[in-house]
């Protein structure tokens, strides 16, 4: 009797498992499931006119390194814009108002990021702040002309240092 | 040969028509399905777990070592779900099924037979195929589509693990973009195959413990078949099957 109900036991836990996996992977999977959570930090808002595939939990990034994520997502229809709230780790809390962020791609098949470009301002960004200067999601071709740009401006700055 | 062949596809053929229609009565008898499914899932359980875990954590290595040649290893979670939920996943787990539960049915069957149990049930007029084979088969398919979500969480946590822990992929990349990668459609992919590869694997297994030689040789010469059959038969299904879902 004893080992009838251990048996029943142990395929009602297999069973319980197998489901909350099914579960997982048709939930969790795709589209915006679990939120990897950063507790604490600060948020900090800023406004896009396009965000490219931008999603809760991409990295925000500044000079290369990850200083917080992306909480959320949102659409204002009072000017068609995307409204992003950033989640900035409480360590890093010396980034002045008046910093830029801007949309960026992670190599060449990675996802968006958000890049954070130090202003000069004397005072920073806290709980609730806006980050004023914004650049959108780059779009293939903008990249294309931003390369020629820079090309050709590095070339006149060699001719100049010649 | 070819007729052999033709004869035995067959037989099998007709023998899981007959298998199917006991499958109604067999469930009306819930209780020797569940121990069936004890036996072939959870019982299967702790080898699929530690499996997925080192495909996982194998998919992890060398995804990133592959992805970062691009500057891309944020894609990581991406290769890794879609590996694990379309292929990886159901076929590995067909493959240790065949291996670890498919030729325990085989062989209790086939003993069942050698030691004509099976013949004294027909005796009795109690159909053996209704209460020794459908519940066996029964367990199978129950139990391989929930054996392989398991592996799939497992192997997708294996991932993480080496992507994530060890070569520093990002946390919210290695998530967020796999939850933008990822369709319902894949998912459902998965469950798919592993429902046709748990009947397959079954019927495999079952048919081969029922029709084995009444000897020692002839329960190890089913059982060994029950491996090879089972697995050629995955593999050339996982290819139908993927076919057919490119092809939609």
């Known amino acids: 009797m004893k080992s009838q109900r251990s048996l029943e036991l142990g395929t009602g836990l297999f069973v319980l498992l197998g489901f909350a996996a099914l579960f997982f992977l048709t939930t969790q999977l795709p589209g915006s499931g679990v939120s990897i959570g950063g507790a604490g930090g600060y948020r900090v808002t800023a406004r896009f006119d396009n965000i490219g595939d931008l999603k809760g939990g991409s990295p925000v990034s500044m000079a290369g390194v990850r200083i917080g994520r992306v909480e959320s997502v949102a659409f204002d229809s009072g000017d068609y814009r995307a409204v992003v709230t950033l989640r900035i780790d409480p360590q890093y809390n010396r980034i002045p108002d008046d910093s830029d962020a801007s949309i960026q791609t992670q190599g060449l098949l990675g996802g968006k990021y958000v890049g954070i470009g130090p202003g000069g301002s004397d005072s920073y960004l806290k709980d609730g702040s806006q980050i004023e200067f914004t650049q959108s999601a780059i779009v293939l071709e903008s990249l294309v002309n931003k390369f020629f740009a820079n090309f050709a401006s590095k070339g006149s700055e060699g001719e100049k240092a010649q | ?248």
């Open chain 2, 1 to 248: 040969m070819i007729a052999a062949t033709l004869q035995r596809i067959g037989a099998v053929v007709v023998f899981l028509g007959r298998v199917l229609a006991q499958c109604a009565p067999a469930l009306r008898r819930p209780r020797s399905v569940v121990h069936q499914i004890y036996n072939a899932g959870a019982r299967s359980l702790i080898i699929i777990m530690l499996c997925g875990l080192f495909v996982g954590m194998v998919l992890g290595l060398q995804g990133f070592d592959l992805l970062q040649r691009f500057g891309s290893e944020d894609a990581l979670g991406v290769a890794a779900a879609l590996g694990l939920l379309k292929e990886l996943g159901p076929v590995v787990t067909a493959l240790l099924f065949a291996g670890r539960a498919g030729t325990a049915l085989t062989s209790e069957i086939g003993l069942m037979r050698a030691t004509d149990q099976l013949t004294a049930m027909e005796m009795m007029a109690v159909d053996p195929l209704r209460h020794v084979v459908a519940p066996r088969f029964l367990g199978g398919v129950i139990a391989m589509p929930l054996l392989v979500a398991v592996f799939n969480v497992i192997g997708l946590f294996g991932a993480q693990l080496i992507g994530v822990q060890l070569m520093g992929v990002d946390t919210g990349a290695f998530w967020s973009q796999m939850q933008s990668a990822v369709e319902l459609d894949d998912v459902h992919e998965g469950i798919v195959k592993s429902v046709c590869f748990g009947i397959a694997c079954s019927l495999v297994a079952v048919y081969e413990g029922y029709t084995a030689k009444p000897t020692a040789e002839g329960v190890g010469l089913a059982t060994t078949r029950t491996v090879v059959v089972s697995s050629v038969l995955t593999l050339l299904l996982d290819y139908i099957l993927t076919a057919a879902f490119l092809g939609r």
